[in-house]
Every structure is written in structure tokens, then in C-alpha cells.
């Protein structure tokens, strides 16, 4: 899909205004603090979700106003359309091709962007749980089935780790135990089976842009990581079997902690650059390409998925890279819609085919 115009009133501190983007690369450039952000903000809210800044309804309304109001008209499914979002008293009101809808999910399958923020970069360094959120969130992008399978497991877990709490009272409902295991045991193996089918797509895809952005110098892949000592590769009735064995031999540890210690509630993803995990050894500069090529994956397997380009959002990436790698970002993401944010001047000079806005106290230029 391509953005052809958005229109913008009372959104932040973006003076009433429309913008024109290009179909290739569109630069952001500014000061800080002047409404860059806010503008890529304004484009993702058209996939349907929250802002990336997880920020609430209201306060994406300019200080001092009742309502905003985000118009855009795009490309997408080989014909224009446009679309409205209304902010007014905390919620949205939505409008696809003048036609009222319920909720901004109507918005999902028309409109599809994927975003970086300097936020994202915490993918690298932080805990598993935001890993296995990424991951969990691109499978169910992926098929819907997926989605009903991670909430049965996680429903089932809880239900599991109640019980462990209750048999710390009542050891008579020992027994009871393995109903939950033969559940959770099936669901699991569908996650990891799932997640690991994703990662190889991932380090396909992720790993040729990784290569690119760091100019041949360096390789990226990502593994599985199974907390039970599960191998991903094996069938999924297999990795069902292992499981289950793994969910007996760690009852023990389950009664005396109260919840469960092994599954995929629990696993990680390995990301790793030139054979070192990224987690211990990466530079900044490294773990942004890296996420950037995470992103930038995400965007080829959602295309693969739904035979419709994704526009890509990339907010502050530029910093922290040197020019070869800032170079590749402005000039080779060949085929998308790129819009793109920095605060160097110099930026705008290595753009070779594009569009740049000046953005200035709100007012784009
Ligand atoms: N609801 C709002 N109304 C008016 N101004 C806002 C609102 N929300 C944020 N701002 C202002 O927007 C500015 C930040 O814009 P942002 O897009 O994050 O800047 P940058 O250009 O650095 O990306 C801040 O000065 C902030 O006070
Ligand atoms: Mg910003």
C-alpha cells in the first residue's frame, strides 16, 4: 500500500495542515521536539492499533482542543480509499471510504505499516518476555489460529499454576496435575513449532538485510531457545512427547515454586551476530541494525502473507549508525514507502531519490 495524502487537525502540536508524501523514501527532518514523531504516530494509527508510543486516546489531542481529526487517502488493493479518524471524548470514531465503522480493527486488514522506535531497541538487551511478545504478535499476524492456540495455553497455565498453589494445601489434588500437563503439552508444541517455523523466515529474511545495512561485514540469525531442553526442529508431536516428560520431571520445582517452571511460557530467541549473542556483545550500532533488519523482515513476511507492501515507519534510526549503514537505509529499501525521521542536516544531503519535510514548531514544510 502507498499513503497518497493525510490530513491533519488538532493532532499534538501538528499545526492544521496536509502532506503530500512520495512513493519511495520520505525524510523527516528537524529540531527536536518540533512533531516528528508525532506525525509517524498519525500515519500508524491507521493500522487500527494504539500509538507506538503507547500513549492514550486523549492525548493525542492538541492541548486546549475537544477533538482531533486524521484524514488520509491511500492506495491499497489496487484501487485509492481513504480513511478518517475522529478523537473526540477518549475514543475513535472511524470512517473507511465515507462508511462508519465500529472499531478501528476495520482498519487492520486495509491499512498495514510496520514501525522502529528507539524504543524497539529494548528487543535486544531487556528480558525474554518482550522476545517472545514479538514473536507471539508476528505468528498471529501470520494465521489466526495461532492467536487461539497462545491464549488457550495461556488460560490452561493459569488454571496449571492455581493448582500448583492449591496442592501446597490440598496434596490429595496431586493427581489432578496431569489433566493440565496433557493440555498445555499439545499447545505448547503448536507455539514452538510455530515460533521456530517463523524464526527460520526470519533469519532468511532479516539476515540478507542485516548483511546489507552492514555492508557484507556481518551475519545475522536467530535460534530458538527451549527452557525444557527441547529441540524446535524436532515434529511437533515429538516436541509434544518432550514436554510432557519435561513438565514430570520439574513437578517438584512446580509445588515448590507454585507455578510452572518449563514451557514456552518461559523460552527465548537467540539473536546472534557474527556467532555472539547480540543480549552480551552487540554495540549499539549493531543492535539497531539489528532490529532494523528484524523490522524490515517483518515487512517482507507480511507482504509474502497478504500480497500488499506494507509503508515503513522509522523513527530516530539514523543516529548511532555510521554512514555506510544510514546510506543503505535512505537509498535501499527498494519498493517500499519509507518515512523516516533524523534531526542531522547531513541526512538530507545522502537522500538520492525522495521527498523531505521540514518539520518547525508543528508547522511541516
Ligand atoms: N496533545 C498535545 N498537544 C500539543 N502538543 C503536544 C501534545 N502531545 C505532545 N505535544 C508536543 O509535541 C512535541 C513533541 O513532538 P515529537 O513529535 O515527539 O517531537 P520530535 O520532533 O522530537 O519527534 C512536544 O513539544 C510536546 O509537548
Ligand atoms: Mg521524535
Not at 15 to 29: H, L, M, Q, T, W
Not at 322 to 345: A, G, M, P
Amino acid at each position: 500500500m502507498k499513503v497518497l495524502g493525510l490530513q491533519f487537525e488538532n493532532y499534538r502540536n501538528l499545526k492544521n495542515g496536509y502532506i503530500k508524501p512520495c512513493e519511495s523514501v520520505n525524510v523527516i527532518y528537524g529540531e527536536n521536539a518540533q512533531g516528528k514523531t508525532n506525525l509517524l504516530e498519525a500515519l500508524w494509527l491507521f493500522c487500527g492499533g494504539h500509538s507506538f508510543r503507547g500513549s492514550k486516546d486523549n492525548e493525542l489531542v492538541a492541548f486546549e482542543k475537544k477533538f482531533a481529526v486524521l484524514n488520509s487517502v491511500f492506495y491499497s488493493f489496487e484501487r485509492e480509499q481513504n480513511a478518517q479518524i475522529k478523537i473526540i471524548n477518549g475514543k475513535k470514531e472511524i470512517k473507511i471510504n465515507d462508511v462508519p465503522k465500529k472499531s478501528s480493527s476495520a482498519l487492520i486488514e486495509k491499512y498495514n505499516a510496520v514501525v522502529f522506535s528507539p524504543e524497539h531497541l529494548t528487543l535486544i538487551k531487556r528480558g525474554p518476555s518482550l522476545r517472545r511478545n514479538f514473536i507471539d504478535s508476528a505468528i498471529c499476524r501470520e494465521k489466526l489460529k495461532n492467536a487461539v492456540i497462545i491464549s488457550k495455553y495461556n488460560k490452561t497455565l493459569n488454571q496449571r499454576n492455581s493448582l500448583l498453589k492449591d496442592i501446597f494445601k490440598h496434596p490429595e489434588l496431586k493427581d489432578t496435575l496431569e489433566i493440565w500437563d496433557d493440555a498445555l503439552c499439545v499447545l505448547g508444541a503448536s507455539i514452538i513449532f510455530q515460533r521456530n517455523k517463523f524464526l527460520k523466515q526470519l533469519t532468511e529474511f532479516a539476515g540478507e538485510y542485516h548483511k546489507g545495512i552492514s555492508q557484507n561485514s556481518e551475519t545475522l540469525k536467530f535460534s530458538y531457545f527451549s527452557n525444557a531442553g527441547i529441540d524446535p526442529e524436532d515434529e511437533e508431536k515429538e516436541i509434544s512427547k518432550k514436554l510432557k516428560q519435561a513438565f514430570i520431571k520439574y513437578r517438584n520445582d512446580d509445588f515448590n515454586t507454585g507455578y510452572t517452571n518449563v514451557g514456552p511460557h518461559r523460552d527465548d530467541i537467540n539473536i546472534i551476530i557474527n556467532s555472539k549473542k547480540a543480549k552480551n556483545y552487540a554495540s549499539q550500532g549493531q543492535q539497531r541494525s539489528a532490529v532494523l533488519s528484524m523490522k524490515l523482515a517483518e515487512a517482507e513476511i507480511l507482504t509474502k502473507r497478504t500480497g500488499e507492501k506494507p509503508i515503513i515507519l522509522l523513527d530516530d534510526v539514523l543516529s548511532e549508525l555510521d554512514n555506510s549503514r544510514q546510506e543503505f537505509l535512505l537509498n535501499k529499501i527498494e519498493n517500499y514507502q519509507v518515512f523516516i525521521t533524523c534531526c542531522e542536516k547531513s541526512n538530507k544531503k545522502q537522500l538520492k531519490k525522495g521527498k523531505i519535510f521540514k518539520v518547525e514548531k508543528g508547522k511541516i514544510i
